[in-house]
T-cell receptor, first 116, second 116 residues
């Protein structure tokens, strides 16, 4: 089974509107971390937001928030007030356990296009 | 945040030659480094995990003798693509773990390899 599933290959959003990018995960571990990364056309991976499995509140970082629903194993990214510069690939990732050697699992990504 | 550099940022080599890619953590000690490969419009594929001073752990299907990984110090890991072929052309990204937060990994900017 896929560890991370992103079901939206591509998304369009109007500038200044909010958009939700879906992510579901699969793990039997109690301790894990969920991440969202942005990858513009330049290729660099930009860390956006992190949610720990024991965090009771949803993570927020500026215009980014993570809608964490543990029972449903979903970790959707919400971008508020979209900007043209938000157009990029977005990857959801999970790390089981917090040891430095634990590998990350990435979803297939969502290509977000922000329309002016 | 922690900074990871990669060198070179792009390289063109002839088929049959070897090419070395360096990944450096500039301001923290990276106990673990990860090497990823990414084809156009696809997700990151983990190739191997390297821990300082020990042999790398390769993912299934990754040829150990073709993709040589060395993690000789806490700030440097190298990936050598030996006897490169056109199908090895790809975007190679490293990440490092062991910085301020034990859950985080910090990505390098990537290296675009083209084998002619």
């Amino acid at each position: 089974a896929q560890k991370i599933t992103q079901t939206q290959p591509g998304m369009f959003v109007q500038e200044k509107e909010a958009v939700t990018l879906d992510c579901t995960y699969d793990t039997s571990d109690q301790s894990y971390g969920l991440f969202w990364y942005k990858q513009p056309s330049s290729g660099e991976m930009i860390f956006l937001i992190y949610q720990g499995s024991y965090d009771e509140q949803n993570a927020t970082e500026g215009r980014y928030s993570l809608n964490f629903q543990k029972a449903r194993k979903s970790a959707n990214l919400v971008i508020s007030a979209s900007q043209l510069g938000d157009s990029a690939m977005y990857f959801c990732a999970m790390r089981e356990g917090i040891g430095n050697f634990n590998k990350f699992y990435f979803g297939s990504g969502t290509k977000l296009n922000v329309k002016p | 945040g922690a900074v990871v550099s990669q060198h070179p940022s792009w390289v063109i080599c002839k088929s049959g030659t070897s090419v070395k890619i360096e990944c450096r953590s500039l301001d923290f000690q990276a106990t673990t480094m990860f090497w990823y490969r990414q084809f156009p419009k696809q997700s990151l594929m983990l190739m191997a995990t390297s821990n300082e001073g020990s042999k790398a752990t390769y993912e299934q299907g990754v040829e150990k003798d073709k993709f040589l990984i060395n993690h000789a110090s806490l700030t440097l890991s190298t990936l050598t693509v030996t006897s490169a072929h056109p199908e090895d052309s790809s975007f190679y990204i490293c990440s490092a773990s062991g910085g301020q937060g034990t859950y985080e990994q910090y990505f390098g900017p990537g290296t675009r390899l083209t084998v002619t």
